[in-house]
């Protein structure tokens, strides 16, 4: 694949190229794509630029990572104080950073030059990447179609190869699915691998930042430079060096073929017999929770965004309404009404509700309560006989930008494999594998037990040796 | 006696003096410029998380185990929230499911045990300005530490209640884990206050918010108890309802806060930027180990050291106090030394402030040598009394002020002749003593402390005079 992480460095290392040269070169192609696709929403030429050359001078000394002097873009919810930072929400447009994000500092440690702020559904709540303040993004395979979300704007980026590779943020399938969407790799960490500081919070117990990548081997070095303990996140801790020897697979095949169409279906077929061909054992797998995952996310995960967007009152920071109000709540009210667009307020309400009453013992603590149960199930009934578990990533590539989804229930059935990982807080990784009958990408998902990152990656890279996808143009 | 019984809770917020606020490393100071000490942890911006101060954690299980508490084996934050400007997360992360201290008791005077529920820590709002027009938002106290101690409703008189606060206040300070000042704010009580008649059921309570003053509190619950009994008699018992209410101090009375908070649904649920946090007991055991001796230990010995009970109060009331005249016990004499602090000592630290603080330029070492001076009737009171205020204001050591003659006393052989003296001048005392009336003889004794301006040893002129009229 061109342009990927390791050849470049390799160019970089060997002087073949500056940084300098490289950013200039992926600047320019920003400005003539990304009007196709809206994948990025700020740049900062200066910025870039700048970084590159530092890159260039600590290539010169001799002193580089392999991260040194290499393009990148971020999704648009991780604090850059060199760029805007607003979630693509009306509510932050303005709001100028004032600290880092962890992960920016450890890619900036190591050299690593920003392009960009990517795409996204507002404040992360979506998958469509339809629903920002800076306009729809889309599929660089065919505009008319979703890139996903709700980290589309970094798939978008990384397979218009206007970056080398991207951070997006995964709550429940928000960097596996659009990276199925966009045709690139897009791993969600295990729940604490990567610090959150600096993440624009959505759904604080589900979510983590995670690597988008064209190829595998890509994503787990910048995995590598990311993940770790920090004194800002107290959920984040080491995750131990992890290898699996003759890994076992597990198959849901009666959960896939009720979701999955046709062509999901058969590029399935096919990355199962990619196991035989790796020589990896396959079990059939079956957890009881199936129908539930989604209806556990939307009770657990909007009573934590409710809470979460509680900090937007236009008072400390972001918009404050220009109307006349009558007192503090009033302000409050008005300025929020007004930034916020319909999905978060749905989402917020939906959230408070939740926790509102007897609502609480009902419907919340019932699901907390399930979502343990779920974890106990996982590991007792699926982990017990294998390994990894193999799926699709969506049930469908990406759909068209008009379509209307009937119910929230069939919106929420695009995530419907990528969600146990959140709800769980697994390893789980998208790799592209095929491709539909009209040529849109499709990925599979494999995923690990907890903290077992590294030896879900070198099974996703060996998984990725067997892949029928080849990058469209 | 009224037929209706007194029944008050409390729940008391203290500000914990760590050096560092709960949840980020910004200072943890009273005071200061209006919004100096924050930063985007502490003003909830986007993206930040919350890191647990373990300082907080270690003081709130001092403070437990002080109270007698139980310290459970995990602990837990929670999230409470409501919208308002002194609240920039628009939650405020605290303690609900799983508190850090559970079931104690703070025992009082008469015995009787006023018992805990629950200690939890949770963090401060930020200080609201108000003016005719505007609200001012100084972020400095946002996200200071605190604890709150909730009592069962086992108080049951205004003397209790103060009592309760004021024993509260001196365990705090001696741990050294607040300083307690209602008037700072570093120390407010919610009271709730029902009243029934005995044998029958809990009545309404009401609760008055944020107290900072004990002799407000008194006020306030004698004025709630009559509000009360009066509602009942009048048979308007219906009247009392379930609300807070605010003490007015310009007019002695209370009144409904009618705001919507006590509708308000919280929404309590456990803050998903928490692990569970686990409180092993070797942990706890270490705490243990660096409190120290708590007030009523410490006055129940000075009790056995023959102090007044009332002296051994004001003595542990504030921890630099206690410290100091402890030590200056272990040079000195201890009855003699209690008469120094709370005499002399006090009159010269005139507000409690200064008590407090107790920043005195006498050396414990100094200050114990004195009293043993007079102890072994080297100088008398009299002249250790005038002598403390000046070492007070100079700082000078207690040798700097008495004369060579001052440490000797008199010449016993002037004393003996001005004994004789005293026997020739008052036949009449010589008379009533040697009939039985024992105390005659003082009168001798004081001629002759008059004539030594108080410089003779009372205890050889005593002697002398006896074995002079035998
Ligand atoms: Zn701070």
């Given at each position: 694949m061109p342009n990927n992480l390791i050849s470049l460095a390799t160019q970089l290392q060997r002087k073949e190229i500056s940084s300098v040269e490289l950013t200039t070169e992926y600047l320019k192609k920003i400005k003539k794509l990304n009007k196709k696709t809206n994948a990025y929403v700020f740049t900062n030429e200066e910025v870039s630029l700048s970084q590159a050359k530092k890159a260039d001078q600590i290539i010169a000394k001799g002193a580089p990572s392999v991260l040194t002097g290499i393009p990148m873009s971020l999704k648009d919810s991780i604090m850059t104080i060199d760029m805007p930072t607003t979630a693509c929400s009306k509510m932050l447009a303005k709001y100028i950073p004032t600290y880092n994000s962890t992960v920016y500092t450890k890619l900036l440690n190591n050299g690593a030059v920003l392009l960009g702020k990517t795409n996204m559904d507002e404040f992360s709540m979506g998958s469509s990447c339809l629903n920002g303040f800076f306009g729809e993004a889309s599929n660089p395979y065919d505009t008319n179609r979703v890139t996903g979300g709700s980290s589309g704007g970094s798939a978008a980026s990384i397979a218009q190869d206007t970056c080398v590779y991207s951070l997006g943020t995964d709550a429940g399938g928000s960097i596996r699915q659009p990276a199925s969407y966009c045709g690139i790799v897009g791993f969600k960490p295990t729940y604490g691998a990567v610090s959150r500081n600096g993440l624009i919070a959505l759904a604080s117990s589900f979510e983590q930042i995670g690597p988008m990548a064209k190829n595998v081997g890509d994503t787990k070095i910048i995995f590598n430079v990311i993940k770790g303990k920090d004194e800002f996140d107290q959920t984040a801790f080491e995750i131990p060096r992890t290898t699996r020897q003759n890994p076992i697979i597990g198959i849901d095949e009666d959960h896939v073929e009720k979701t999955a169409d046709k062509d999901t279906l058969a590029v399935f077929e096919k990355a199962i017999k990619a196991c035989s061909k790796l020589g990896y054992k396959t079990v059939k797998i079956k957890s009881k929770y199936n129908d539930i995952y989604a209806k556990l996310y939307y009770i657990l995960a909007y009573a934590e965004i409710a809470s979460n967007m509680g900090r937007y009152t236009g008072i400390d920071f972001g918009y404050s309404t220009k109307s006349k109000y009558i007192d503090t709540n009033d302000f409050i009210k008005k300025s929020r009404s007004e930034a916020f667009s319909n999905e978060v307020k749905t989402r917020i309400m939906f959230g408070n509700h939740m926790l509102t009453g007897e609502n609480m013992e009902k419907f919340y603590y019932k699901a907390l309560k399930m979502r343990n149960d779920l974890v106990e199930d996982y590991y007792l009934n699926v982990f017990s006989k294998c390994d990894f578990i193999l799926s699709p990533t969506t049930p469908t590539a990406a759909f068209r930008k008009d379509y209307k989804h009937e119910s929230i229930q069939e919106s929420a059935l695009t995530n419907i494999f990528a969600l146990p990982a959140n709800l769980i807080g697994l390893p789980s990784i998208s790799i592209p594998f095929g491709v539909s009958s009209d040529n849109m990408p499709i990925g599979m998902l494999l995923t690990g037990k907890r903290n077992f990152d590294n030896a879900l990656l070198s099974v996703a890279e060996n998984f990725e040796k067997h892949s029928g996808y080849k990058v469209l143009n | 006696m009224s037929k209706y019984n007194l029944v008050v809770g409390f729940e008391t917020h203290v500000e914990l003096n760590t050096k560092t606020k709960i949840f980020c490393s910004c200072a943890n100071e009273f005071g200061g410029e209006p919004n100096t000490h924050c930063c985007p942890i502490c003003l909830g911006e986007p993206g930040t998380l919350p890191q647990l101060n373990k300082e907080v954690v270690r003081y709130a299980i001092k403070a437990g185990l002080s109270l007698n508490c139980k310290i459970p084996q995990i602990m837990s934050m929670d999230r409470k929230h409501y919208f308002y400007p002194d609240l920039g997360k628009s939650y405020q992360t605290t303690q609900s499911a799983r508190p850090i201290c559970l079931e104690g008791f703070l025992t009082l005077d008469s015995g009787k045990k006023i018992r805990i529920n629950h200690i939890h820590i949770e963090e401060d709002a930020s200080k609201l300005i108000h003016d005719a027009q505007n609200i001012y938002i100084d972020n400095n106290r946002g996200s200071t530490p605190l604890i709150e101690i909730v009592t069962e409703p086992d108080i049951a008189s205004v003397e209790e209640a103060r009592e309760y606060i004021e024993k509260l206040q001196a365990i705090l300070r001696h741990i050294g884990v607040s300083d307690c000042k209602m008037q700072e704010g570093s120390m407010r009580c919610d009271v709730n206050i029902s009243v029934n008649k005995e044998g029958e059921p809990l009545g309404t309570r009401t609760e008055i918010k944020n107290m900072n003053s004990i002799s407000f509190i008194e006020k306030a619950i004698s004025y709630e108890y009559d509000r009360h009994v009066d509602l009942i008699e009048s048979g308007q018992k219906n009247q009392i309802i379930q609300e807070t209410r605010r003490y007015d101090e310009k007019t002695d009375s209370t009144e409904s806060m009618r705001e919507k908070e006590d509708a308000q649904d919280y929404r309590y649920f456990p803050d998903p930027d928490f692990l569970v946090l686990r409180l092993d007991s070797k942990f706890v055991e270490n705490i243990k180990k660096t409190l120290p001796k708590l007030p009523a230990e410490i006055k129940s010995e000075l009790i056995q050291d023959g102090i007044d009970e009332k002296a051994a109060d004001l003595l542990v009331k504030y921890k630099n106090v206690s410290d100091y005249y402890l030590s200056a016990k272990t040079f000195g004499d201890s009855k003699i030394l209690a008469t120094y602090i709370l005499g002399e000592i006090f009159r010269f630290l005139e507000t409690e402030e200064e008590k407090e603080q107790?920043?005195?330029?006498?050396s414990a070492n100094d200050l114990g040598a004195l009293s043993l001076l007079q102890k072994n009737n080297k100088i008398t009171a009299h002249i250790a009394y005038s002598i403390i205020p000046k070492m007070l204001k100079d700082g000078n050591p207690h040798t700097a002020y008495l004369t060579k003659e001052d440490l000797e006393g008199f010449d016993n052989t002037e004393i003996d002749k001005l004994c004789q003296e005293g026997i020739a001048a008052m036949p009449k005392a010589v008379e009533d003593y040697k009939s039985g009336k024992e105390k005659a003889l003082k009168a001798i004794v004081g001629y002759v402390m008059r004539a030594t301006k108080g410089k003779a040893d009372p205890v050889y002129t005593e002697n002398k005079i006896l074995e002079l009229i035998r």
């Open positions: - | 107790f920043n005195i330029k006498i």
